[in-house]
């Protein structure tokens, strides 16, 4: 049976603030229902995101700004964090952690600058809402086997398309160059090299 993470409950203390904070950042308003004065539920989608946040009054037992490790993942972290600065989210620089596998609790190894090799996985940004709950920002450009169904590869906005076509003409361009001739079915060559790249699976190229 399939289980898949669709909410994350965020604790604040001032419900409006929170809402502005997170509307400000682009993110998309599901819903704001108060059924009663001591209950209200208002949850906010981040662009992109099958995962949405909620908060509210009397939504949650945990102090407001305790929340940590909330992750984003996007393909362009640098065009992201200027995003946030236009939202004012206020975000760090943007770093990787000193060992390359995963970055460390607070701000413990953080190098700063982004991953050297600018490798999928390895460079990161942090912010925090208005309470102090603590999100990060991670790059994520190609993903490792297994982690995407091939069969149902989306792209998260017309820039995150865009350069995925990008990647397979470029690909599609040595392949032509390997094979010696024009491939006619080129259009079917993009679309099976874009689900590979996006499901990671081996090899990226079709044959």
């Known amino acids: 049976m399939d289980m898949k993470l669709e909410v994350v409950v965020v604790p604040v203390s001032d419900v409006d603030r929170a809402k ?24 906010m989608t981040p662009p992109g995101s099958p995962a949405s946040v909620i908060f509210g009054t009397a939504v949650t037992e945990q102090a407001p700004g305790s929340a940590r490790g909330l992750h984003l993942v996007v ?28 970055h460390h609790a607070g701000t413990d ?16 940004l ?17 993903r490792l086997p297994g982690r995407l169904d091939p069969a149902t590869t989306s792209f998260a906005s017309a820039a995150d398309l865009a350069g ?9 361009g040595e392949h032509e160059a390997r094979t010696g001739a024009e491939d ?14 996006r499901a990671g699976t081996e090899p990226t190229s079709p044959s």
């Open 126 to 142: 942090s912010f925090s809402d208005p309470d102090g709950n603590g999100w990060l920002l991670q790059e994520i450009t190609t």
């Open 75 to 102: 393909s362009d972290i640098e065009a992201a964090r200027k995003e946030l600065s236009r939202g004012g989210a206020d975000p760090s620089e943007v770093f990787h952690d000193a060992g390359g596998v995963f």
């Open 184 to 197: 006619p079915d080129w259009p079917d060559w993009y679309a099976q090299y874009m689900v590979n790249e």
């Open 20 to 43: 502005d904070f997170y509307t400000a950042l682009g993110w998309r308003l599901d819903a704001d229902v108060a059924p009663d004065s001591g209950f209200r539920v208002v949850q």
């Open 164 to 172: 995925a076509l990008r990647r397979a003409a470029a690909a599609h």
């Open 109 to 124: 190894a953080r190098v700063s600058g982004p991953d050297p090799r600018r490798a999928s996985y390895g460079s990161f």
